[in-house]
């Protein structure tokens, strides 16, 4: 399977900032078949990102996918108060695996 | 509008078996599949298999093979799991996903989970 790392595991900024999260695999993920979620406490998760660029239906232009072969990033250019959120990747080309997650927090 | 309800929280005894459902409204049932994926208490997601309405393949975890068993009703646009030989470790909130209909692929609409319990 392949292994997905996330990093940081947790990130401290305030409102209005730029987030940077990473998510680095075990092996390449081919067509980038890569997507991003948010989770909110309580919440089923929200795709935003699939294909590893392409926003989901809905999703505002702050957030972006970025990366190909083992490096991807999700970056979220101006933080809104309800971005504070803990984010995953999940990759869909061998079988199906999620990162640990990274925790946005203020 | 796209929308995944599911089942009421469940409390099981070791080595029970629960069947958690999933119904489904505002698209085609049979033109998309069903993920289901859980989520321990404080911890990240896992993913535990795969199911078709359009023709009933499914493809299960290894970790889970023996212990599920993933089901569709189109009549009624459900989509059930069902585990068996449960474990304390087994308790979770239970999610189900809208997914592609011929393999999958990532989930662009989730059910509201459903926490099921394992204790004595």
């Known amino acids: 399977d392949i292994v997905l790392t996330q990093s940081p595991g947790t990130l401290s900024l305030s409102p209005g900032e730029r987030a940077t999260l990473s998510c680095r695999a075990s092996q390449s993920v081919s067509s980038n078949y890569l997507a991003w979620y948010q989770q909110k406490p309580g919440q089923a998760p929200r795709l935003l990102i699939y294909?590893?660029?392409s926003r989901a239906t809905g999703i505002p232009d702050r957030f972006s996918g970025s990366g190909s072969g083992t490096d991807f990033t999700l970056t979220i250019s101006r933080l809104e108060p309800e971005d504070f959120a803990v984010y995953y990747c999940?990759?869909?080309?061998?079988?199906?695996?999620f990162g640990g997650g990274t925790k946005v927090e203020i | 509008q796209v929308q995944l309800v599911q089942s009421g929280a469940e409390v099981k005894e070791p080595g029970a078996s629960v069947k958690v459902s999933c119904k489904a409204s505002?698209?085609?049932?049979?033109?998309?599949?069903i993920s289901w994926v859980r989520q321990a208490p404080g911890q990240g997601l896992e993913w535990m298999g795969w199911?078709?309405?359009?023709?009933?393949?499914?493809s299960y975890v290894q970790n889970f093979q023996g212990r599920i068993t993933m089901t569709t009703d189109t009549s009624t646009t459900t989509a059930y799991m069902e585990l068996r030989s449960l474990r304390s470790d087994d308790t979770a909130v239970y999610y189900c996903?809208?997914?592609?209909?011929?393999?999958?692929?990532?989930?662009?609409?989730w059910g509201q989970g459903t926490l099921v319990t394992v204790s004595s």
């Open positions: 996903g809208r997914d592609k209909s011929t393999s999958w692929y990532y989930f662009d609409y």
């Open positions: 294909g590893a660029s």
């Open positions: 505002g698209y085609t049932f049979s033109s998309y599949g």
């Open positions: 999940q990759q869909y080309a061998t079988s199906l695996t």
């Open positions: 199911i078709s309405p359009y023709n009933g393949k499914t």
